[in-house]
């Protein structure tokens, strides 16, 4: 359209178009209808089972503090029961593997008979069960927290996100100005914005279907997206788009395009400003887009009330972890029947006790 008014082919075009520099040149424009942003929106993010959600409650600086833990535990718990077995005459045997599994028995809270006759290992062992109570303790009540109260992860909210990301496709509007704004850009990021888009589209209203069934986001002014939100939430009764936080262009003025010298601009001017001023188009404009407000709420606010039951696919990651331990377990099994194969196959070798 803004091809036609700049070759006289028409009058005006009513758009509202956004104001650019490259624009104005070319053709006239209105006093502002409104001011608006550009946004990039996407299928709403909801939740997801994450097979590692068990290993969510700490960071993996913490989970590895907690290895060194249990390894300087085990050490010198071994070394000092080995010490004062040495000064003392007791001669403990078995002393890494008694150590081993006391220190990860008392770590996941289990029972366990075995203890150090000496007051050094057991000034070791009081301080490793103060440190597992309140780590266990910390980690329970965390992941009780998270599984009752789901965290939804939003994996895009700005353009830095989107273009780090390879699983959405992004397009762009065909003709609108966001395109040369991004492709001139000093910015890497806005460049990227450009380049790597997969394509354009009409319009937002055109690719509503689209984004809602989550083929690829969109970048376009958040009127039209409200407008996307409002159909959707009035057809479905459901949220199933997402706005970014952050801006991809803001405070963009909107206006109607005139051709040069139009003697319909000064009229067009004097009802844009009644129109404001009597508050006539922001009530047209909220009856359009009224029905954004449940989808304008962040994705958290979509959780059900009440405690939701857990399917399966939420515990893969434990699964997992228990067929590999099924795993170590045979392998660990099948070294010492060897092991235990070769050594009564030579009478010559003593068998340690």
């Known amino acids: 359209m803004m091809g036609m008014v700049d070759r006289d082919e028409v009058e005006f075009a ?26 990039i929106v996407m299928v709403r993010p909801g939740l997801e089972n994450d097979m590692g959600g068990f290993l969510k409650p700490f960071t993996s600086q913490v989970w590895l503090l907690l290895l060194l833990s249990v390894i300087c535990s085990v050490a010198a718990l071994v070394f000092l029961v080995w010490a004062e077995g040495k000064i003392f005459g007791t001669n403990p045997k078995y002393i890494g593997s008694k150590a081993s599994m006391w220190v990860l028995q008392t770590l996941t809270q289990e029972n366990t008979e075995w203890l150090p006759e000496g007051d050094g290992g057991r000034v070791v062992i ?30 895009i909210d700005s353009l830095s996100d989107l273009v780090s990301q390879t699983k959405l496709p992004w397009r762009l509007e065909a003709g609108a100005m966001i395109q040369p704004y991004l492709q ?17 589209t009409p319009d937002c209203w055109t690719s509503r279907q689209a984004i809602a069934d989550g083929q ?17 939430f009035s057809t479905t009764g459901k949220c199933h788009t997402y706005i970014g936080r952050e801006a991809v262009y803001s405070n963009i003025m909107m206006s109607i395009a005139f051709r040069r010298n139009s003697s319909y601009l000064p009229k067009a001017n004097k009802l844009i400003s009644i129109l404001r001023n009597t508050g006539i188009f922001a009530k047209w404009l909220h009856n359009e887009i009224g029905n954004t407000t449940q989808c304008l709420k962040p994705p958290t606010s979509d959780r059900q009330e009440g405690i939701e039951a857990l399917g399966l696919d939420a515990f893969y990651g434990l699964i997992f972890l228990l067929v590999g331990g099924w795993i170590i377990s045979l392998l660990a099994f099948l070294c010492e ?16 006790e």
Do not use: N
């Not at 009513?14 to 946004?39: C, H, N, W």
């Not at 029947?337 to 340690?352: A, G, M, Q, R």
């Open 216 to 232: 690829y986001a969109v970048i376009c002014d958040q009127t039209s997206i409200k407008k996307v939100i409002s159909w959707d």
């Open 184 to 200: 001139y850009s000093d910015d890497e990021i806005h460049r990227k914005g450009f380049y790597l888009m997969s394509g354009t």
């Open 126 to 155: 009081t301080t490793w069960l103060f440190a597992s109570l309140i780590f266990m303790s910390s980690y329970s009540g965390i992941l009780t927290a998270m599984l009752t109260i789901p965290k939804v992860t939003i994996p």
């Open 337 to 352: 029947y060897l092991i235990c194969y070769k050594l009564k196959t030579e009478p010559d070798t003593p068998l340690d």
């Open 14 to 39: 009513l758009g509202p178009f956004a104001v650019t520099y490259e624009r104005e040149v070319a053709i006239d424009f209105s006093m502002a209808v409104d001011s608006d942003t550009q946004k």
